[in-house]
Protein backbone atom coordinates (compact mmCIF):
# COMPACT_ATOMS: atom_id res chain seq x y z
CA UNK A 1 0.00 0.00 0.00
CA UNK A 2 2.67 2.24 1.07
CA UNK A 3 4.95 1.18 -2.05
CA UNK A 4 1.91 2.32 -4.44
CA UNK A 5 1.30 5.71 -2.57
CA UNK A 6 5.27 6.54 -2.97
CA UNK A 7 5.03 4.90 -6.43
CA UNK A 8 1.37 7.38 -7.30
CA UNK A 9 3.83 10.21 -5.83
CA UNK A 10 6.49 9.69 -7.85
CA UNK A 11 3.98 9.49 -11.35
CA UNK A 12 2.83 12.50 -9.96
CA UNK A 13 5.61 14.84 -9.81
CA UNK A 14 6.95 13.70 -13.30
CA UNK A 15 3.57 14.50 -14.92
CA UNK A 16 3.80 18.07 -12.74
CA UNK A 17 7.52 18.59 -14.32
CA UNK A 18 6.14 17.41 -17.73
CA UNK A 19 3.31 19.74 -17.80
CA UNK A 20 5.49 22.52 -16.24
CA UNK A 21 8.09 22.26 -18.82
CA UNK A 22 5.98 21.67 -21.73
CA UNK A 23 3.38 24.69 -20.32
CA UNK A 24 0.77 25.75 -22.81
CA UNK A 25 2.02 28.80 -24.59
CA UNK A 26 -0.94 31.03 -22.54
CA UNK A 27 0.87 30.03 -19.17
CA UNK A 28 2.12 33.92 -18.53
CA UNK A 29 -1.03 35.22 -19.66
CA UNK A 30 -4.14 36.34 -17.69
CA UNK A 31 -7.14 35.05 -19.13
CA UNK A 32 -9.95 37.92 -19.63
CA UNK A 33 -13.37 38.55 -20.87
CA UNK A 34 -13.53 38.70 -24.71
CA UNK A 35 -14.10 41.99 -26.14
CA UNK A 36 -14.67 41.03 -29.69
CA UNK A 37 -14.60 38.04 -31.75
CA UNK A 38 -13.46 39.19 -35.06
CA UNK A 39 -10.14 41.93 -36.12
CA UNK A 40 -9.54 42.95 -39.15
CA UNK A 41 -5.77 43.83 -39.78
CA UNK A 42 -5.09 46.48 -42.56
CA UNK A 43 -1.38 46.28 -42.86
CA UNK A 44 -1.33 44.53 -46.27
CA UNK A 45 -5.31 45.26 -47.29
CA UNK A 46 -4.97 48.20 -49.49
CA UNK A 47 -5.79 46.44 -52.73
CA UNK A 48 -4.47 49.57 -54.48
CA UNK A 49 -1.03 50.04 -52.87
CA UNK A 50 2.10 48.01 -53.93
CA UNK A 51 3.69 46.51 -51.05
CA UNK A 52 7.39 47.17 -51.86
CA UNK A 53 10.52 45.94 -48.68
CA UNK A 54 13.58 45.49 -48.97
CA UNK A 55 14.33 42.37 -47.99
CA UNK A 56 17.04 40.52 -45.85
CA UNK A 57 16.53 36.78 -44.75
CA UNK A 58 19.02 35.05 -42.52
CA UNK A 59 18.64 31.02 -42.95
CA UNK A 60 20.39 28.89 -40.69
CA UNK A 61 23.51 31.19 -41.12
CA UNK A 62 23.45 31.85 -44.65
CA UNK A 63 22.17 35.79 -45.47
CA UNK A 64 20.36 36.72 -49.02
CA UNK A 65 18.46 40.00 -49.59
CA UNK A 66 16.38 41.28 -51.97
CA UNK A 67 12.84 43.14 -52.99
CA UNK A 68 9.55 41.59 -51.36
CA UNK A 69 6.83 42.86 -53.16
CA UNK A 70 3.06 41.88 -52.24
CA UNK A 71 -0.41 43.57 -53.95
CA UNK A 72 -4.11 42.43 -52.92
CA UNK A 73 -5.12 41.20 -56.39
CA UNK A 74 -8.79 40.38 -55.47
CA UNK A 75 -10.97 39.78 -52.25
CA UNK A 76 -9.20 37.07 -51.61
CA UNK A 77 -5.75 36.77 -52.97
CA UNK A 78 -2.54 38.29 -52.64
CA UNK A 79 0.37 38.30 -55.23
CA UNK A 80 4.09 37.73 -53.73
CA UNK A 81 6.80 38.38 -55.68
CA UNK A 82 10.64 37.91 -54.56
CA UNK A 83 13.31 39.46 -56.99
CA UNK A 84 17.31 40.18 -56.65
CA UNK A 85 17.83 43.96 -56.22
CA UNK A 86 18.50 43.92 -60.44
CA UNK A 87 15.10 43.17 -60.84
CA UNK A 88 15.48 39.42 -61.75
CA UNK A 89 12.46 37.28 -59.82
CA UNK A 90 13.28 34.37 -57.79
CA UNK A 91 9.54 33.43 -57.21
CA UNK A 92 6.34 34.40 -58.01
CA UNK A 93 3.12 33.38 -55.80
CA UNK A 94 -0.42 33.60 -55.42
CA UNK A 95 -1.68 33.00 -51.82
CA UNK A 96 -5.38 32.98 -50.55
CA UNK A 97 -6.56 31.69 -47.55
CA UNK A 98 -6.84 28.35 -48.68
CA UNK A 99 -5.36 27.93 -51.86
CA UNK A 100 -1.57 29.30 -53.80
CA UNK A 101 -0.46 29.09 -56.69
CA UNK A 102 3.26 29.16 -57.62
CA UNK A 103 3.65 31.39 -60.87
CA UNK A 104 7.08 31.13 -60.74
CA UNK A 105 10.27 30.03 -58.94
CA UNK A 106 14.09 29.95 -60.04
CA UNK A 107 15.19 26.10 -59.56
CA UNK A 108 17.39 26.75 -56.57
CA UNK A 109 14.68 27.68 -54.23
CA UNK A 110 12.75 24.75 -55.57
CA UNK A 111 11.99 22.95 -52.63
CA UNK A 112 8.81 21.30 -51.48
CA UNK A 113 9.83 22.63 -47.44
CA UNK A 114 10.85 26.07 -48.71
CA UNK A 115 7.99 26.68 -50.33
CA UNK A 116 5.49 25.77 -47.79
CA UNK A 117 7.05 27.10 -45.44
CA UNK A 118 7.38 31.17 -47.12
CA UNK A 119 3.48 30.24 -47.86
CA UNK A 120 3.16 29.53 -43.79
CA UNK A 121 4.85 32.84 -43.16
CA UNK A 122 3.20 34.73 -45.97
CA UNK A 123 -0.35 33.64 -45.16
CA UNK A 124 -0.14 34.83 -41.71
CA UNK A 125 1.26 37.99 -42.63
CA UNK A 126 -0.68 38.98 -45.44
CA UNK A 127 -4.15 37.54 -43.27
CA UNK A 128 -6.89 40.43 -42.81
CA UNK A 129 -9.88 39.02 -40.85
CA UNK A 130 -9.28 36.40 -37.76
CA UNK A 131 -11.73 35.00 -35.69
CA UNK A 132 -11.38 35.77 -32.50
CA UNK A 133 -11.59 32.46 -29.73
CA UNK A 134 -10.29 33.59 -26.50
CA UNK A 135 -8.72 36.80 -24.86
CA UNK A 136 -5.58 37.67 -22.55
CA UNK A 137 -3.48 39.67 -21.12
CA UNK A 138 0.41 40.32 -19.85
CA UNK A 139 1.52 43.79 -18.65
CA UNK A 140 1.77 44.75 -22.28
CA UNK A 141 -0.42 43.91 -24.22
CA UNK A 142 -3.94 42.70 -24.70
CA UNK A 143 -3.47 39.12 -26.63
CA UNK A 144 -6.51 37.60 -28.97
CA UNK A 145 -6.44 33.95 -29.63
CA UNK A 146 -7.71 32.81 -33.21
CA UNK A 147 -7.72 29.15 -34.20
CA UNK A 148 -6.03 28.44 -37.39
CA UNK A 149 -6.03 24.45 -38.55
CA UNK A 150 -4.01 22.74 -36.00
CA UNK A 151 -2.07 26.10 -35.16
CA UNK A 152 -3.43 29.15 -33.16
CA UNK A 153 -2.34 32.66 -34.52
CA UNK A 154 -2.15 34.90 -31.22
CA UNK A 155 -2.76 38.97 -32.30
CA UNK A 156 -0.76 41.47 -29.40
CA UNK A 157 -2.27 44.45 -29.41
CA UNK A 158 -0.23 47.30 -27.33
CA UNK A 159 -2.28 48.84 -24.18
CA UNK A 160 -0.53 51.56 -24.67
CA UNK A 161 -1.41 52.81 -28.06
CA UNK A 162 -4.31 49.40 -29.53
CA UNK A 163 -1.62 49.07 -32.26
CA UNK A 164 -1.52 45.30 -32.93
CA UNK A 165 2.62 45.00 -32.46
CA UNK A 166 3.06 41.56 -33.14
CA UNK A 167 1.57 37.90 -34.60
CA UNK A 168 2.42 34.44 -32.84
CA UNK A 169 1.77 31.29 -34.56
CA UNK A 170 2.03 28.39 -32.05
CA UNK A 171 0.95 25.00 -31.07
CA UNK A 172 -0.69 24.18 -27.94
CA UNK A 173 2.71 24.28 -26.38
CA UNK A 174 5.52 26.14 -28.48
CA UNK A 175 5.73 29.52 -30.06
CA UNK A 176 6.47 28.91 -33.86
CA UNK A 177 6.67 31.70 -36.28
CA UNK A 178 6.64 35.30 -34.52
CA UNK A 179 5.80 38.41 -36.81
CA UNK A 180 6.46 41.51 -35.63
CA UNK A 181 5.57 44.94 -37.15
CA UNK A 182 6.48 48.57 -36.77
CA UNK A 183 4.50 51.10 -37.80
CA UNK A 184 4.19 54.25 -39.95
CA UNK A 185 1.05 54.69 -39.53
CA UNK A 186 -2.44 52.56 -38.42
CA UNK A 187 -2.79 50.64 -41.59
CA UNK A 188 0.72 50.20 -42.72
CA UNK A 189 3.89 48.35 -41.40
CA UNK A 190 7.39 50.53 -42.21
CA UNK A 191 9.40 47.54 -41.22
CA UNK A 192 8.22 43.76 -40.33
CA UNK A 193 10.31 40.95 -38.85
CA UNK A 194 9.52 37.62 -39.55
CA UNK A 195 10.88 35.49 -36.85
CA UNK A 196 11.28 30.88 -36.69
CA UNK A 197 11.54 29.48 -33.28
CA UNK A 198 12.19 25.65 -34.60
CA UNK A 199 13.79 26.57 -37.51
CA UNK A 200 17.17 29.52 -37.89
CA UNK A 201 15.11 31.41 -40.20
CA UNK A 202 14.81 35.09 -39.99
CA UNK A 203 13.25 37.61 -43.01
CA UNK A 204 13.38 41.19 -42.47
CA UNK A 205 11.10 43.65 -44.60
CA UNK A 206 12.11 47.22 -44.76
CA UNK A 207 9.79 49.60 -46.73
CA UNK A 208 11.27 51.51 -49.09
CA UNK A 209 9.27 54.35 -50.92
CA UNK A 210 10.09 54.20 -54.99
CA UNK A 211 11.18 57.56 -56.16
CA UNK B 1 -12.20 39.15 -102.94
CA UNK B 2 -12.91 42.96 -102.37
CA UNK B 3 -13.36 42.60 -99.10
CA UNK B 4 -10.54 40.64 -98.61
CA UNK B 5 -8.51 42.92 -100.21
CA UNK B 6 -9.67 46.29 -98.37
CA UNK B 7 -8.63 44.01 -94.80
CA UNK B 8 -5.21 43.38 -96.25
CA UNK B 9 -4.72 46.51 -97.30
CA UNK B 10 -6.50 48.49 -94.03
CA UNK B 11 -4.05 45.48 -91.50
CA UNK B 12 -1.47 46.40 -93.75
CA UNK B 13 -2.05 50.64 -93.22
CA UNK B 14 -2.58 49.85 -89.75
CA UNK B 15 0.14 47.53 -88.73
CA UNK B 16 2.44 50.28 -90.49
CA UNK B 17 1.32 52.96 -88.07
CA UNK B 18 2.02 50.94 -85.01
CA UNK B 19 5.67 49.73 -86.07
CA UNK B 20 6.39 52.79 -87.47
CA UNK B 21 8.73 53.81 -84.55
CA UNK B 22 10.27 50.24 -85.00
CA UNK B 23 11.70 49.74 -88.70
CA UNK B 24 13.96 46.81 -89.42
CA UNK B 25 17.50 47.13 -90.99
CA UNK B 26 18.58 45.94 -93.66
CA UNK B 27 21.83 44.09 -94.23
CA UNK B 28 23.73 46.52 -95.09
CA UNK B 29 22.56 48.83 -92.21
CA UNK B 30 23.01 46.05 -89.80
CA UNK B 31 26.66 45.87 -90.77
CA UNK B 32 27.43 49.48 -90.67
CA UNK B 33 25.87 49.85 -87.54
CA UNK B 34 27.65 46.74 -85.43
CA UNK B 35 30.53 48.52 -87.31
CA UNK B 36 29.88 51.52 -85.47
CA UNK B 37 29.44 49.91 -82.35
CA UNK B 38 32.51 47.89 -82.88
CA UNK B 39 34.82 50.93 -82.90
CA UNK B 40 33.32 52.98 -79.95
CA UNK B 41 33.40 49.74 -77.85
CA UNK B 42 36.64 48.58 -78.41
CA UNK B 43 38.09 52.30 -77.24
CA UNK B 44 36.19 51.72 -74.26
CA UNK B 45 38.81 51.34 -71.57
CA UNK B 46 36.55 52.80 -68.38
CA UNK B 47 32.97 53.85 -68.51
CA UNK B 48 30.73 55.51 -65.81
CA UNK B 49 27.61 56.21 -65.73
CA UNK B 50 24.39 56.34 -63.76
CA UNK B 51 21.37 54.73 -64.12
CA UNK B 52 17.84 54.23 -63.39
CA UNK B 53 15.94 51.52 -63.23
CA UNK B 54 12.66 50.76 -63.27
CA UNK B 55 10.89 47.17 -62.89
CA UNK B 56 7.88 46.57 -64.57
CA UNK B 57 5.35 44.27 -62.97
CA UNK B 58 2.37 43.83 -64.58
CA UNK B 59 0.02 43.42 -61.45
CA UNK B 60 1.71 46.52 -59.83
CA UNK B 61 0.43 49.91 -59.93
CA UNK B 62 3.10 51.62 -60.86
CA UNK B 63 7.28 50.98 -61.56
CA UNK B 64 9.57 49.83 -58.65
CA UNK B 65 12.46 52.80 -59.26
CA UNK B 66 15.55 52.68 -57.75
CA UNK B 67 19.40 54.34 -58.82
CA UNK B 68 22.90 54.35 -58.84
CA UNK B 69 25.94 54.91 -60.75
CA UNK B 70 27.93 51.79 -62.43
CA UNK B 71 31.54 52.05 -62.97
CA UNK B 72 34.15 49.64 -65.74
CA UNK B 73 37.38 49.09 -66.17
CA UNK B 74 38.61 47.29 -68.76
CA UNK B 75 39.25 44.09 -68.53
CA UNK B 76 36.76 42.93 -65.96
CA UNK B 77 36.18 45.21 -63.52
CA UNK B 78 32.28 46.17 -62.60
CA UNK B 79 30.77 47.80 -59.75
CA UNK B 80 26.86 48.42 -59.86
CA UNK B 81 25.95 50.53 -56.83
CA UNK B 82 22.26 51.58 -55.94
CA UNK B 83 22.08 54.88 -54.22
CA UNK B 84 18.32 55.34 -54.18
CA UNK B 85 16.25 54.45 -52.32
CA UNK B 86 18.49 51.99 -50.41
CA UNK B 87 22.45 51.69 -50.59
CA UNK B 88 23.47 48.56 -52.29
CA UNK B 89 26.56 47.69 -54.30
CA UNK B 90 27.63 44.82 -56.18
CA UNK B 91 31.35 44.58 -57.46
CA UNK B 92 32.61 41.82 -59.65
CA UNK B 93 36.46 41.30 -59.47
CA UNK B 94 38.65 38.68 -59.79
CA UNK B 95 36.45 35.76 -60.14
CA UNK B 96 34.73 37.40 -57.20
CA UNK B 97 31.37 38.76 -56.00
CA UNK B 98 31.79 41.64 -53.14
CA UNK B 99 28.60 42.94 -51.96
CA UNK B 100 27.69 45.48 -49.66
CA UNK B 101 24.00 45.87 -48.28
CA UNK B 102 23.57 48.85 -46.23
CA UNK B 103 26.90 48.59 -45.00
CA UNK B 104 27.01 44.58 -44.51
CA UNK B 105 29.26 42.85 -46.45
CA UNK B 106 30.12 39.66 -48.42
CA UNK B 107 31.39 37.79 -50.78
CA UNK B 108 30.70 34.87 -53.32
CA UNK B 109 33.32 33.32 -54.76
CA UNK B 110 32.50 32.48 -58.66
CA UNK B 111 36.09 31.88 -60.09
CA UNK B 112 34.32 28.70 -61.89
CA UNK B 113 30.93 29.47 -61.66
CA UNK B 114 30.42 29.50 -65.39
CA UNK B 115 26.82 31.18 -65.55
CA UNK B 116 28.18 33.66 -63.58
CA UNK B 117 30.96 34.44 -66.00
CA UNK B 118 28.32 34.92 -68.87
CA UNK B 119 26.52 37.50 -66.21
CA UNK B 120 29.36 39.69 -65.74
CA UNK B 121 30.01 39.28 -69.58
CA UNK B 122 26.37 39.58 -70.45
CA UNK B 123 26.30 43.54 -67.65
CA UNK B 124 29.80 44.41 -69.32
CA UNK B 125 28.78 43.86 -73.26
CA UNK B 126 25.10 45.23 -72.10
CA UNK B 127 26.51 48.41 -71.62
CA UNK B 128 29.72 48.99 -73.59
CA UNK B 129 27.58 47.44 -76.20
CA UNK B 130 29.22 44.69 -77.40
CA UNK B 131 27.59 42.04 -77.36
CA UNK B 132 26.83 40.82 -81.06
CA UNK B 133 27.61 36.84 -80.11
CA UNK B 134 25.73 35.06 -82.82
CA UNK B 135 26.95 32.09 -81.06
CA UNK B 136 25.31 33.31 -78.02
CA UNK B 137 22.42 34.75 -79.36
CA UNK B 138 19.55 35.09 -82.29
CA UNK B 139 20.34 38.58 -82.70
CA UNK B 140 17.46 41.21 -84.53
CA UNK B 141 17.63 44.70 -85.60
CA UNK B 142 15.99 48.15 -85.96
CA UNK B 143 15.86 51.61 -86.34
CA UNK B 144 14.24 54.24 -84.63
CA UNK B 145 13.32 58.02 -84.35
CA UNK B 146 17.18 58.79 -83.49
CA UNK B 147 18.27 55.78 -82.05
CA UNK B 148 19.39 51.71 -83.05
CA UNK B 149 17.62 48.67 -81.42
CA UNK B 150 19.22 45.39 -80.84
CA UNK B 151 16.68 42.27 -79.76
CA UNK B 152 19.01 39.42 -78.38
CA UNK B 153 16.91 36.59 -77.52
CA UNK B 154 19.64 33.70 -75.53
CA UNK B 155 19.97 30.60 -77.25
CA UNK B 156 21.57 28.40 -74.01
CA UNK B 157 18.80 27.11 -72.21
CA UNK B 158 19.38 27.95 -68.72
CA UNK B 159 20.00 31.51 -69.65
CA UNK B 160 16.98 31.31 -71.25
CA UNK B 161 14.98 30.18 -68.19
CA UNK B 162 15.85 33.97 -66.99
CA UNK B 163 15.99 36.52 -69.35
CA UNK B 164 13.83 35.67 -72.31
CA UNK B 165 15.32 38.91 -74.27
CA UNK B 166 17.54 41.31 -73.66
CA UNK B 167 17.02 44.59 -76.00
CA UNK B 168 19.45 47.23 -76.31
CA UNK B 169 18.61 50.67 -77.24
CA UNK B 170 21.81 53.16 -78.61
CA UNK B 171 22.12 56.08 -79.49
CA UNK B 172 22.33 56.78 -83.29
CA UNK B 173 25.32 59.10 -83.44
CA UNK B 174 27.40 58.13 -80.41
CA UNK B 175 26.72 54.36 -80.73
CA UNK B 176 26.52 53.52 -76.95
CA UNK B 177 23.60 52.08 -75.10
CA UNK B 178 21.27 54.63 -73.61
CA UNK B 179 19.01 51.81 -72.35
CA UNK B 180 18.84 48.11 -71.33
CA UNK B 181 15.48 46.00 -71.04
CA UNK B 182 15.60 42.48 -69.91
CA UNK B 183 12.31 40.81 -70.22
CA UNK B 184 11.31 37.75 -68.27
CA UNK B 185 9.55 35.01 -69.71
CA UNK B 186 6.35 36.36 -68.65
CA UNK B 187 5.61 39.93 -69.81
CA UNK B 188 7.17 41.75 -66.69
CA UNK B 189 10.84 43.36 -67.33
CA UNK B 190 13.72 45.38 -65.77
CA UNK B 191 14.35 48.60 -67.46
CA UNK B 192 17.62 50.27 -67.19
CA UNK B 193 18.07 54.01 -68.46
CA UNK B 194 21.95 55.10 -68.58
CA UNK B 195 22.42 58.83 -68.55
CA UNK B 196 25.18 61.40 -68.05
CA UNK B 197 28.03 58.96 -69.24
CA UNK B 198 31.37 59.50 -69.23
CA UNK B 199 33.85 57.21 -71.21
CA UNK B 200 37.36 56.72 -70.45
CA UNK B 201 38.14 59.05 -67.64
CA UNK B 202 40.57 57.37 -65.31
CA UNK B 203 39.06 55.43 -62.74
CA UNK B 204 41.00 54.07 -60.02
CA UNK B 205 40.87 50.42 -58.74
CA UNK B 206 40.05 51.84 -55.34
CA UNK B 207 36.91 52.02 -56.67
CA UNK B 208 36.09 48.38 -57.01
CA UNK B 209 36.71 47.29 -53.15
CA UNK B 210 33.38 47.30 -51.49
Known amino acids: MQKSTIQFLLINCFLAIVLVSCGSVT ?79 VSELDRKILINTLTEDFRILLKKDFLIQEQFENVDFNIYKSADDSRDNYLFFSKKDQKLEKVVRSSKTKDKITITFTLENDNFAKKVVILHQNIKLKIELNYFKSE | MKTKLYIFLFLNVFSISIFAQEQKMNDAEIAAFKQDVNVVSKKIKTLSTDFVQYKHLDFLSKDIE ?37 G ?24 SGNMFDDKEFTISYFKLKGQNLAKFVPKDATLKKYIKQIELTFDKEEATVVQVKLLESSEDYTRIVLKNKVINAKIDDSVFTN
Not at chain 1, 82 to 91: I, R, S, Y
Not at chain 2, 104 to 111: H, L, N, Q
Request: glycine content about 4%; overall charge positive.
Open chain 1, 27 to 105: KNYTPKKLDKTAIEVPYFADANADYVYKTNITVYGHEMSGVFIAKKINDTTHRVVFTTEFGNKLLDFEIAEKTFKVNSI
Open chain 2, 66 to 102: TSGKMVFKEPALLSWQYKKPYNYSIVFKNGKILINDE
Open chain 2, 104 to 127: KKSAVDIGNSKIFARINKLIIGSV
